[in-house]
T-cell receptor, first 113, second 115 residues
Framework: EAGVAQSPRYKIIEKRQSVAFWCNPI?????LYWYQQILGQGPKLLIQ????????DSQLPKDRFSAERLKGVDSTLKIQPAKLEDSAVYLC???????????FGSGTQLSVL | AQSVTQLDSQVPVFEEAPVELRCNYS??????LFWYVQYPNQGLQLLLK??????LVESINGFEAEFNKSQTSFHLRKPSVHISDTAEYFC?????????????FGKGTKLSVKP
């Protein structure tokens, strides 16, 4: 079974630039999550989708972060403009609705200079 | 605010020694508890979970954790560790009534097993 795919693996940008991350969840997983993991901290949920609808985006900094899952499969997370404090690993996870087990991708490591 | 505390950021142990990784969470009416593991250069993987029922839960590779409601703890233990257990371990909690995936993670504990 293919896992959660994320790209790119690494990204280095300068502050005020824009960046986008892509996630392809496990086939059949209707629920998709984006987490942010800052160095030395645990992952923090940014946004949760059920199919193409947003379930929870209470911790998403909406002034600069946006995410979409137009066809209920792949998802993109965008940061515009980036700040130094956005340097982190961005994790995508997916699950079957009603199942508490999350499957995580390897993440995208973002460095904002 | 709801939180998860992992008291030890790093735990070095020798192979075949016992280990306990500590986890405490802020009190709430009903919680689901998880341990996730991240091996080097890999994504997070679910190690074990407590949803209800028996307070002692086990993983397939010899780890176990016990839900202690009175102490609001969910410590992870293994009686004899292997080199291959070297990884970072994250305790996580979700609260009933919240969205399913809104896991609150601790900061992680890096377990380093030495020969």
């Amino acid at each position: 079974e293919a896992g959660v795919a994320q790209s790119p693996r690494y990204k280095i940008i300068e502050k005020r630039q824009s960046v986008a991350f892509w996630c392809n969840p496990i086939s059949g997983h209707a629920t998709l999550y984006w987490y942010q993991q800052i160095l030395g901290q645990g992952p923090k949920l940014l946004i949760q989708f059920q199919n193409n609808g947003v379930v929870d985006d209470s911790q998403l900094p909406k002034d600069r972060f946006s995410a979409e899952r137009l066809k209920g499969v792949d998802s993109t997370l965008k940061i515009q403009p980036a700040k130094l404090e956005d340097s982190a690993v961005y994790l995508c996870a997916s699950s079957i609705p009603g199942n508490e087990k999350l499957f995580f991708g390897s993440g995208t490591q973002l460095s904002v200079l | 605010a709801q939180s998860v505390t992992q008291l030890d950021s790093q735990v070095p142990v020798f192979e075949e020694a016992p280990v306990e990784l500590r986890c405490n969470y802020s009190s709430s009416v009903s919680v689901y508890l998880f341990w996730y593991v991240q091996y080097p250069n890999q994504g997070l993987q679910l190690l074990l979970k407590y949803l209800s029922g028996s307070t002692l839960v086990e993983s397939i590779n010899g780890f176990e954790a016990e839900f202690n409601k009175s102490q609001t703890s969910f410590h992870l233990r293994k009686p004899s560790v292997h080199i291959s257990d070297t990884a970072e371990y994250f305790c996580a909690v979700s609260y009933s009534g919240g969205s399913q995936g809104n896991l609150i993670f601790g900061k992680g504990t890096k377990l380093s097993v030495k020969p």
